[in-house]
């Protein structure tokens, strides 16, 4: 089923993704810490500050064409991305990060689920990060996100409560089960680490209200050999059953004697309301300059003309390209369809061109090869995944599709 353009932000999935980068510079402290338990708080913080972009962002990303792909390099960060969306039955999307310190690399396959008031987006996957100087391997997967009240009343979102555990057997026989840290904040806010013992002590002095809108304590998980991460507390649990919209964000801070912040969220632009709710980077992942233009591919999301017209605030045309490119891929001829501007024709144009695209590999029994991914096991993790070939990075692109 296609979605009416007003529903989309003027980003792609691809896009979307490369917003887990925007607090980088965790993992380079992460890199360069000689404490363990040091690098793997920050490799916490990281996977949570990856959500918190998502705080007030009610609308859904494009959904990226076979073939399409996402470049972003930060030199000031450190690192270049490259993402292709390398299946589309199921969809599927891959993702590579290098620096100097890490590589950050893995795939997603996002599933929705209606559940009459609310929608649940599953996004599957696994996700991993290898520190270079330590040899290091930490994996994870995205949170459950539910958007509630999607047919009557203000549309809000919330992260599922989660717990993460490694699997039996990682860890060396005799490793100490001794818990050493506790992670406390809020995924909108910062994060914190404070000392277990004297996180315990804390606890001892606290009342938990489970009906409370502000509850201060939002993370009882401690970093041992058997847990290591961010669980929902109280508020998640008041709230994960109701589609109420919770009266004030937690309070992030805990207060504890001895805490330390570990990551705390860039505040919004003062024109974010007026712009999707989007956080200064995620404005500028679909910035294009003519000096970034002349060596992009054909295939960057930066240069479809759904989500350029949607920015530009030209819904009819960001529409009827949608449908053209979904078209194109599907394999189905042009329909007419009723817009009311430039960019709602503009995303059906684009849907419509899609769908011709795939009804002509099926009529030559031809099957669809990524570009620069391929499916094999990963030398490090020993897991089946999307792998880079390192091909993007000599600019050669003559075996780009045409999917715009």
Same mark, same amino acid.
């Given at each position: 089923?296609?979605m009416?353009?007003?529903?989309?932000?003027?980003?792609?999935?691809?896009?979307?993704?490369?917003?887990?980068?925007?607090?980088?510079?965790?993992?380079?402290?992460?890199?360069?810490a000689?404490?363990p338990?040091?690098?793997m708080?920050y490799?916490c913080?990281?996977?949570v500050?990856?959500?918190?972009?998502?705080?007030?962002?009610?609308?859904?990303?494009?959904?990226?064409?076979?073939g399409?792909?996402?470049e972003?390099?930060?030199?000031?960060?450190?690192?270049?991305?490259?993402?292709?969306? %390398?299946?589309?039955?199921?969809?599927?999307?891959?993702?590579?990060?290098?620096?100097?310190?890490?590589?950050?690399?893995?795939?997603?396959?996002?599933r929705?689920?209606?559940?009459?008031?609310?929608?649940?987006?599953?996004?599957?996957?696994?996700i991993?990060?290898?520190?270079?100087?330590?040899?290091?391997v930490?994996?994870?997967?995205n %949170?459950?996100?539910?958007?509630?009240?999607?047919?009557?009343?203000?549309?809000?979102?919330e992260?599922?409560?989660?717990?993460f555990?490694?699997?039996?057997?990682?860890?060396p026989?005799?490793?100490?089960?001794?818990?050493?840290?506790?992670?406390?904040?809020?995924?909108?806010?910062?994060?914190?680490?404070?000392?277990?013992?004297?996180?315990e002590?804390?606890?001892?002095?606290?009342?938990?209200?489970?009906s409370?809108?502000?509850?201060?304590?939002?993370?009882r998980?401690g970093?041992?050999?058997?847990?290591?991460?961010v669980?929902?507390?109280?508020?998640?649990?008041?709230?994960?059953?109701?589609?109420?919209?919770?009266? %004030?964000?937690?309070?992030?801070?805990p207060?504890?004697?001895?805490?330390?912040?570990?990551?705390?969220?860039?505040? #919004?632009?003062?024109?974010?309301?007026?712009?999707?709710?989007?956080?200064?980077?995620?404005?500028?992942?679909?910035?294009l300059?003519?000096?970034?233009?002349?060596?992009?591919?054909?295939t960057?999301?930066?240069?479809?003309?759904?989500?350029?017209?949607l920015?530009?605030?030209?819904?009819?045309?960001a529409?009827?390209?949608?449908?053209?490119?979904?078209?194109k891929? #599907?394999?189905h001829p042009?329909?007419?369809?009723?817009?009311f501007?430039t960019?709602?024709?503009?995303?059906?144009?684009?849907?419509?061109?899609?769908?011709?695209?795939?009804?002509?590999?099926k009529?030559?029994?031809e099957e669809?090869?990524?570009?620069?991914?391929?499916?094999?096991?990963h030398?490090?993790?020993?897991?089946?995944?999307?792998?880079?070939?390192?091909?993007?990075?000599?600019?050669?692109?003559?075996?780009?599709?045409?999917?715009f």
């Amino acid at each position: 089923m296609t979605m009416p353009v007003i529903f989309n932000e003027p980003l792609s999935l691809l896009q979307r993704m490369a917003e887990h980068m925007e607090y980088a510079y965790l993992l380079e402290k992460a890199g360069t810490a000689t404490d363990p338990v040091e690098r793997m708080q920050y490799v916490c913080a990281f996977a949570v500050s990856s959500m918190s972009s998502n705080w007030d962002r009610l609308g859904k990303p494009f959904n990226c064409l076979l073939g399409e792909t996402f470049e972003l390099q930060r030199n000031d960060l450190g690192f270049r991305l490259i993402s292709e969306q %390398v299946s589309h039955h199921p969809p599927i999307s891959a993702f590579h990060v290098e620096s100097d310190l890490f590589q950050f690399h893995g795939s997603i396959h996002p599933r929705l689920k209606f559940w009459g008031k609310s929608v649940e987006v599953n996004p599957k996957g696994v996700i991993t990060l290898e520190l270079t100087k330590f040899g290091e391997v930490y994996t994870w997967s995205n %949170v459950n996100c539910c958007v509630h009240n999607v047919i009557v009343g203000k549309l809000w979102v919330e992260h599922k409560p989660v717990g993460f555990k490694p699997r039996k057997g990682w860890a060396p026989p005799g490793l100490s089960k001794t818990k050493v840290k506790a992670l406390l904040g809020s995924w909108v806010q910062a994060l914190y680490a404070v000392d277990v013992s004297t996180y315990e002590q804390f606890l001892k002095t606290q009342k938990f209200d489970s009906s409370a809108d502000n509850p201060t304590v939002l993370s009882r998980n401690g970093i041992s050999s058997e847990e290591a991460g961010v669980s929902g507390g109280a508020a998640a649990a008041a709230i994960s059953d109701t589609d109420d919209i919770p009266g %004030v964000l937690p309070n992030a801070d805990p207060g504890i004697p001895g805490q330390v912040l570990l990551w705390k969220a860039f505040p #919004r632009p003062e024109t974010t309301n007026q712009f999707f709710s989007f956080t200064l980077y995620a404005m500028m992942l679909n910035e294009l300059t003519d000096n970034l233009k002349d060596r992009l591919p054909p295939t960057d999301s930066r240069l479809r003309p759904d989500i350029r017209l949607l920015e530009q605030g030209d819904i009819d045309g960001a529409a009827i390209e949608k449908n053209r490119l979904e078209e194109k891929q #599907r394999g189905h001829p042009i329909r007419s369809v009723k817009v009311f501007d430039t960019a709602a024709m503009e995303k059906n144009r684009l849907e419509e061109k899609q769908r011709s695209a795939r009804r002509e590999r099926k009529k030559k029994k031809e099957e669809w090869t990524p570009v620069w991914f391929h499916y094999g096991i990963h030398p490090t993790t020993g897991k089946e995944d999307w792998l880079f070939n390192k091909d993007y990075w000599q600019r050669d692109w003559s075996r780009c599709p045409d999917i715009f």
